[in-house]
Structure formats: C-alpha cells, structure tokens
C-alpha cells in the first residue's frame, strides 16, 4: 500500500515557478514509476510528467517540455515537479501516481495503469 500525498501548489503570477511535491507512504517507493497529472475545471486528467523507479530519462508533455522538470528522491520517498515559466494554462489540479512498473510506457502516460493517487494540489496562475 502507497499513499501519497501532493503538496507545493498555490498562487503565482505568470511568469513564475512553483515547485509541487509527492510524499509516499510505504517502503517500495523506489520501486514504482512516479506521474504528475493535471486536470483544469471541465477539462480531461492530462499527462504532465512521469520518471521511473531509478530516475531514469524523464518524460513530459509537449506542453510543459523545457519548463517542468520532474525529479525524485527515493531517499525521502518523495517526486518533485519543478515548475517554471509558469502560463495561465497551467491552472489546474495536480495529482501525482504511482505505478508498479519499473519503466514508462504508454500507459503511465495515460494514466490507466496507477496503482495509487494523490488527492491534488491547487495551482492557480494570475495573468
């Protein structure tokens, strides 16, 4: 069992960087491919970021590529997401996931193969 739980979001104007964090329960975090996800009001859960169990080459939306940067610390049990440049379109709720596999596929990135979820992290950005 994995819970997580996402912190670091709030308000920030344009322009600005916020830096969100995923804290696990549990002893086998560095066993699992860590996800950001994001979901706007109205709007589908999308795909931010993923990284894998040994913090291999990290994958992101082309959205988000050049801005986010996703990193982890097995140590601490914890994946952060570095966000800068932030954009009025990156208002939303982010979630972190966790899946049981060692590498990312095509599922981490929709999401579908989460074994567990975070309850989200607000962040609004002011134009």
């Known amino acids: 069992q994995v819970q997580l739980v996402e912190s670091g979001g709030g308000l920030v104007q344009a322009g600005g960087s916020l830096r969100l964090s995923c804290a696990a329960s549990?002893?086998?975090?560095?066993?699992?491919?860590m996800g950001w996800f994001r979901q706007a009001p109205g709007k589908e859960r999308q795909f931010v970021a993923a990284?894998?169990?040994?913090?291999?080459?990290?994958y992101y939306a082309d959205s988000v590529k050049g801005r986010f940067t996703i990193s982890r610390d097995n140590a601490k049990n914890t994946v952060y997401l570095q966000m800068n440049s932030l954009k009025p379109e990156d208002a939303a709720v982010y979630y972190c996931?966790?899946?049981?596999?060692?590498?990312?596929?095509?599922?981490?990135?929709?999401?579908?193969?989460?074994?567990?979820w975070g309850k989200g992290t607000l962040v609004t950005v002011s134009s």
């Open positions: 996931g966790a899946e049981g596999a060692r590498e990312i596929t095509i599922t981490t990135m929709t999401g579908g193969g989460m074994d567990y």
């Open positions: 549990g002893r086998t975090f560095s066993s699992y491919t």
């Open positions: 990284i894998s169990w040994n913090a291999g080459r990290p």
